[in-house]
């Protein structure tokens, strides 16, 4: 079993929706989460860091579950151009303890 | 543009060659990553540096790998005797003392 699984997608959602997806880990030592956005053969680029409260950044929210060990992003009102590889990344704060998951798709319709 | 880059950002090279990548951080962040991504995965860690010490090694890192930060500033990573299986993108991050990285474009390489 992976130490951070994502659903591969994608997710195919029209642009208005809203649409969530969820990010699993699996060593509660876990101590630091965020979401990254990849676009195809680009670089991941930070979107937003998960907060034990919970935090919101305009359209996006993102949510953490101890208890069950997972982290999640909400999307409000997709664009077109939110369509990207969201990357779920949980920190144990040691530099080889940065896990990525593969990826979750997401691809935004008119 | 003050962001991390890396040089080349291809490179194709024949089975058994070595090759060098270099990566420029943002210039006031001490830590410096490096990672390999293949198609459908996330970056898979590599190495780390804070400042010019390498403090972290991936099991990933055959001895074919080293990589080097000299003056704590730009880091290089070299491959040698390359393999088909190391075809992948390289992706250097650096971050100041906080988690959040910040990824520079990637070199992609193809060994034929």
């Known amino acids: 079993r992976k130490e951070v699984e994502q659903d591969p997608g994608p997710f195919n959602v029209p642009e208005g929706a809203t649409v969530a997806f969820n990010c699993t880990y699996s060593?509660?030592?876990?101590?630091?989460f965020f979401w990254y956005r990849q676009d195809c053969r680009k670089e991941p680029k930070l979107l937003m860091s998960v907060y034990s409260s919970g935090n919101e950044d305009g359209r996006f929210t993102a949510q953490l579950n101890r208890a069950s060990q997972y982290i999640s992003l909400l999307i409000r009102d997709s664009k077109l151009s939110d369509s990207a590889t969201y990357l779920c990344?949980?920190?144990?704060?040691?530099?080889?303890?940065?896990?990525f998951g593969s990826g979750t798709r997401l691809s935004i319709r008119p | 543009d003050t962001g991390v880059s890396q040089d080349p950002r291809h490179k194709i090279t024949k089975r058994g060659q070595n090759v060098t990548f270099r990566c420029d951080p943002i210039?006031?962040?001490?830590?410096l990553y490096w990672y390999r991504q293949t198609l459908g995965q996330g970056p898979e860690f590599l190495t780390y540096f804070q400042n010019e010490a390498q403090l972290e090694k991936s099991r990933l890192l055959s001895d074919r790998f080293s990589a080097e930060r000299p003056k704590g500033s730009f880091s290089t990573l070299e491959i040698q005797r390359t393999e088909q299986g190391d075809s992948a993108m390289y992706l250097c991050a650096s971050s100041p003392d906080a988690p959040e990285q910040y990824f520079g474009p990637g070199t992609r390489l193809t060994v034929t």
């Open positions: 990344v949980v920190d144990r704060s040691s530099a080889s303890k940065i896990i």
């Open positions: 210039s006031e962040h001490n830590r």
């Open positions: 060593n509660s030592a876990s101590q630091s």
